[in-house]
């Protein structure tokens, strides 16, 4: 078996990362209140889902990389390298994180849990691992570049969480359909 990546897997991760930064800099579909329905975090649930952890935090890192090179693809047309030590820097850094760790997870259950009836159980579970991550790192920004409590940082994340998970059960419809039609995609 060959070392590192294949001309697919750059092609993915290219793909992968592009798909975020699309989905960062378009305006968010609906308010309610002050919180923004935004599509970025589907691609952020997505991603390790279906490209598992190597990949998949490849594809993260590089769209955090080209955002903190300049390119303005970092939610609302952001970039460089203040937005990694802003106020929702920890958010990004918790991305990271997370397509790591929730890749691994993905790897792990579909390859001990592979039943086609499952699937979208499984991969609600790497979408929960996922948003943990997220919003340790989101809260633990908050509190490290913004300065606030722990519970101003818990308060301000609590409008988005349901929205999340709402985007989670998107993201497993789209990741099941996309493991299903491609399944040597699997992590």
Do not use: E
Not at 59 to 87: C, D, H, K, R
């Amino acid at each position: 078996m060959s070392k590192g990546f294949q001309a697919t897997d750059l092609a993915l991760i290219a793909v992968f990362a592009a798909l975020i930064a699309v989905l960062a800099v378009i305006p968010p579909i609906f308010m309610v209140g002050a919180v923004p329905f935004a599509l970025q975090m589907i691609a952020i649930m997505l991603t390790p889902m279906v490209l598992g952890s190597v990949r998949g935090g490849c594809a993260v890192g590089l769209y955090i990389l080209v955002g903190a090179l300049g390119l303005p693809v970092f939610s609302g047309g952001a970039s460089g390298v203040g937005v990694l030590v802003g106020p929702t820097g920890g958010f990004l850094w918790g991305w990271l994180i997370g397509a790591f760790i929730a890749g691994a997870v993905a790897t792990l259950v579909l390859r001990k849990h592979p039943r086609k009836s499952m699937l979208p159980v499984w991969l609600y579970v790497v979408v929960l691992v996922d948003l943990a991550c997220t919003y340790v790192g989101g809260i633990l920004g908050l509190m490290g570049f913004a300065k606030l409590s722990f519970n101003a940082a818990v308060t301000a994340n609590l409008a988005f969480f349901g929205f999340d998970l709402v985007k989670g059960i998107l993201s497993c419809l789209i990741a099941t359909a996309v493991l299903t039609a491609f399944p040597r995609l699997m992590p």
